[in-house]
């Protein structure tokens, strides 16, 4: 389930990340941006850095920057492992040591909490929002400032789960917490992409599941590509029932763009003046599909209510009131989880109604009823959305209606006239697992019924 549409507005847009949250599968994606937004202001100097300001400042240090060492062609993490090298070189000392060392510098330089008053705030938005996940390239624990008791802080070496109600948030690069684990050099990347069966296929799984919120990164930024390149080339074949989408939250001034868009790389742009405003916004919207959703399932637990115990009036409702049947029906298609224990009992107490009833001399009508009521599921419930049981249920009633369904003396002709009618809209895949599951329960009436009406859709042909 995706924003088809071309241009979208922002209020669609919000909608669907707030159904995402309420459906379970939001998670988001955090880069160095959120903490600098938490952390920064323009009156004094910035305490949280951008990736190149943090190593620029850890490389002084040493007495050396990132311009003195970038040549044309070379990415930071190859500045990094220059710079340790002669540093390891110069002072004689083991490569890996001057290493952890730099690590150590990056762990004190990011370590940085908000203030009260920013932690409440943006710990209240987070607890709303409430994300199945998060995944961030950051070494700074702020996220687990706001989240204390919600969350789970995990290293590029754990696996991404956590227990009930607790919010993994997994440390793509590493963690000042564990100095060891920060992802900085280009060995340190060489390691972080090695061929890793868990790693390689949970993160694109993790990001394919789900809608993912791109907060505090650039346009363009090569780990927000990443995740675009996850997302859409894992598992490319597989069917999306579920909110899929990828927004990335652009920070644009009082100049921002009202309307998102989709850029090129397929990311739906959420333009924003500040992230305060931005979660202020998504919080209304929130709300609105929280008490929805409270209301839905309000209302199906007293229809779940009502059928699991359905009264002598619903009973006959639901045999003779075929709008109430199929309303029913849809609702189970719709709801299973909710409705599917009450939807069994009513058709089991609707059945033994109409079979009580037949034991009344020719009383044929009560035959067409049961046929009536097995074709209404039968023919609006797609076979790939069956619930299993009543399959099986199905089966065994129709095996026992079908001996009395036809147009000689003693059988029903309105039952048999119903099912002829029927035969035209019978789904082929819905007919062969009945056979199959008939032939399995020896429900042989029904396996000889259904060969006899459909014989060129079951008998194998003869081969020459």
Not at 170 to 179: N, R, S
Not at 298 to 320: A, Q, T
Not at 371 to 388: A, F, R, V
Request: negative net charge; hydrophobic residues 40%.
């Amino acid at each position: 389930m995706k924003l088809k549409k071309k241009t979208i507005t922002r209020a669609e847009a919000l909608i669907f990340i707030a159904q995402s949250s309420v459906y379970g599968n939001l998670g988001l994606f955090v880069g160095a941006g959120f903490s600098m937004a938490l952390m920064n202001d323009e009156d004094n100097p910035p305490v949280a850095l951008n990736w190149l300001q943090l190593i620029n400042k850890v490389a002084k240090k040493y007495e050396f920057t990132v311009k003195d060492k970038l040549e044309k062609g070379s990415s930071l993490p190859e500045v990094v492992s220059r710079i340790i090298l002669e540093v390891s070189n110069k002072d004689n000392r083991d490569y890996d040591e001057v290493s952890l060392e730099f690590k150590q510098h990056v762990a004190d330089l990011t370590a940085y909490y908000p203030d009260d008053d920013i932690r409440e705030t943006f710990s209240r938005y987070l607890l709303k929002i409430d994300p199945s996940w998060i995944i961030t390239t950051n070494y700074d624990m702020v996220l687990e400032c706001l989240l204390p008791g919600k969350s789970l802080t995990l290293t590029p070496s754990e696996q991404l789960m956590s227990p009930k109600g607790i919010i993994p948030i997994y440390h793509l690069h590493g963690t000042k917490k564990v100095p060891k684990s920060i992802v900085i050099s280009q060995e340190d990347y060489t390691t972080l992409f090695r061929p890793n069966e868990y790693r390689h296929t949970k993160l694109p799984l993790t990001i394919k599941e789900s809608t993912t919120l791109v907060i505090g990164y650039a346009l363009n930024d090569i780990n927000v590509l990443t995740a675009v390149d996850w997302s859409k080339n894992v598992f490319k074949s597989t069917t999306i029932s579920y909110p899929h989408e990828i927004f990335q939250v652009h920070y644009a001034g009082k100049g921002y763009n009202d309307q998102p868009y989709r850029n090129k790389d397929g990311i739906v742009v959420v333009e924003v003046p500040s992230l305060e405003e931005f979660f202020d916004e998504l919080l209304k919207y929130i709300e609105i599909e929280v008490r929805s959703a409270e209301k839905l399932k309000k209302d199906l637990e007293e229809v779940g209510e009502l059928i699991l115990n359905p009264s002598p009036k619903h009973i006959e409702d639901f045999i003779g009131d075929e709008d109430f049947r199929k309303d029913i029906i849809d609702l189970l298609v719709k709801h299973e989880y909710y409705l599917i224990s009450g939807f069994i009992s009513i058709f089991e107490k609707s059945l033994k109604t109409c079979w009580e009833r037949s034991v009344k001399n020719k009383a044929f009508y009560a035959y067409e009823l049961i046929l009536k009521i097995l074709l209404d599921i039968i023919l609006n419930i797609p076979l790939e959305l069956m619930p299993p049981i009543l399959v099986k249920m199905i089966v065994k009633e129709l095996n026992r209606v079908c001996g009395y369904i036809g147009d000689r003396y003693g059988e029903s002709w309105d039952a048999f006239d119903m099912w002829i009618d029927a035969k035209k809209e019978f789904p082929l895949d819905m007919l062969k697992e009945l056979y199959h599951v008939a032939k399995n329960q020896k429900s042989h009436s029904l396996v000889a019924f259904l060969i006899n009406h459909f014989p060129d859709e079951l008998v194998p042909k003869k081969t020459k």
